[in-house]
């Protein structure tokens, strides 16, 4: 009866042992999942996909290599359309627009520049480049940024008497892609505002910077994307509208 006994407890004591075991396996296990590097891991989760984000901010116009990337799983609902899935789709590609650390890349952020960096990889088909520099107090004083919508307002002259000069609300919706501004560097740099516009524009703004009119911009609502209708304003508009008497 004794030995009975003592082999019960040695089954008990093997069967703690062995699920003392299982418990620890399981908790390497999860230790070493969460220890491994993004690169080592062989397979997602199930249900999760694996996409490539960027591993830091990466500005426009740059080329993609693999240190500028990290591989994540994503719950398969939440991954964006047109995500990159293997390293190959983005390395050697041109991004186009800035991508934040830890945010999806998609096909749609990427060019295939053939490794150039230049301007021309972000402008769209159909568009030019146009640098128009200007002295207007909200771009000097820093109220002007990169993503605003503006309008360019220009005082020009236009005739003779009371239509000597004439100011009108001329190109409309302007976005900015950049602001140029002087520098610690570089202090007699020009302030200039960057925008990409088809040719007819480009050279109206070429040609209201050479007829040196008076230019202010004035700052759109990012509610209001529409084409206003304005009358243009001169010193006959003035007197017949506020009553000025002469």
Known sequence: MLTGFREGRAWVFLLIGLGLAVLTGVALYRVATVATPDGARTAPAPGNTAIFVAAVDIPPRTLVSPALLARRDYPAALVPAGAVTLEAQ???????????????????????????????????????????????????????????RIDVLASVAAGTGDRARATQTTLQNLEVLEVLAPTKEQPSRATALIFAVDHQVALVLKYLRDSQAAIDVAIRSRAETGLIKTTSVDLGYLTRTYEIAR
């Open 90 to 148: 983005a390395v050697g590609q041109t991004t186009l627009a800035p991508i934040a650390r830890g945010q999806p890349i998609v096909a749609a952020q990427l060019a295939n520049a053939g490794g150039t960096v230049g301007a021309s990889v972000t402008v769209p088909s159909g568009k030019v480049l146009v640098a128009f520099p200007t002295t207007d107090l909200l771009t000097i004083n820093g109220l002007v940024n990169v993503g605003d």
